[in-house]
């Protein structure tokens, strides 16, 4: 059970700002929202992740609503290497689940130039 | 670091032949985990170690076994393959306890055909 819904597919063109959304309306408060991407046939990437507050490193930047039943992933400048399906999940943080995945179908993110 | 390694890159199997999935990583991480993928499909967990000598289930055990002997190594164990297991296989670590948040590391992934 993934516990998140997201578009099957999205497209942005290179250089503009990739905004990726993520459904959790049955998130718990203790869970935490993370993002990976998986490029064609590589093995998954982290990318951010956040628990209440936006987050923002060199990759992406992670935004939260205020009721946490959604989030936003941004790239704020897609390249033609940011074409992946990306991959948001939410997780209790624990040592019991720290091992424990639980991937759903993901979005298709193309970039064009 | 070569980080986290997964051997073979491919393998062909007929049913009912045995085969172990290798995976290793240098990083002295305490968690490792096994997924695997079905084509359009997201990764599905089926077992995960917590550190050496202790394993657990996943969603997806079945036809699988693994053990975790020393904390470089978590080989995944197929005892009688099925062309159900066809699949990619990604191995992943997680760095040592301390931070439950830590992100996980994946390896490049075996693709396993069972004909």
């Known amino acids: 059970d993934a516990k998140t819904t997201q578009p099957t597919s999205m497209d942005c063109a290179e250089g503009r700002a990739a905004n990726l959304p993520c459904n959790h309306s049955t998130i718990s408060g203790n869970e935490y929202v993370y993002w990976y991407r998986q490029i064609h046939s590589q093995g998954p990437q982290y990318i951010i992740h956040g628990l209440k507050n936006n987050e923002t490193n060199e990759m992406a930047s992670l935004i939260i609503t205020e009721d946490r039943k959604s989030s936003t992933l941004i790239l704020p400048h897609a390249t033609l290497r940011d074409t992946a399906v990306y991959y948001c999940i939410v997780r209790v943080i624990s040592a019991s689940t720290l091992g424990r995945l639980y991937f759903g179908r993901g979005t298709q993110l193309t970039v064009w130039p | 670091n070569a980080g986290v390694t997964q051997t073979p890159k491919f393998q062909v199997l007929k049913t009912g032949q045995s085969m172990t999935l290798q995976c290793a990583q240098d990083?002295?991480?305490?968690?490792m985990s096994w997924y695997r993928q079905d084509p359009g499909m997201g990764l599905r967990l089926i077992h995960y170690s917590v550190g050496a000598g202790i394993t657990d289930q996943g969603e997806v055990p079945n036809g699988y076994n693994v053990s975790r002997s020393t904390t470089e190594d978590f080989p995944l164990r197929l005892l009688s393959a099925a062309p159900s297991q066809t699949s990619v296989y990604f191995c992943a670590s997680i760095p040592a306890a301390g931070d439950f948040r830590n992100e996980q590391f994946f390896g490049p992934g075996t693709r396993l055909t069972v004909l």
């Open positions: 990083m002295n991480h305490e968690y």
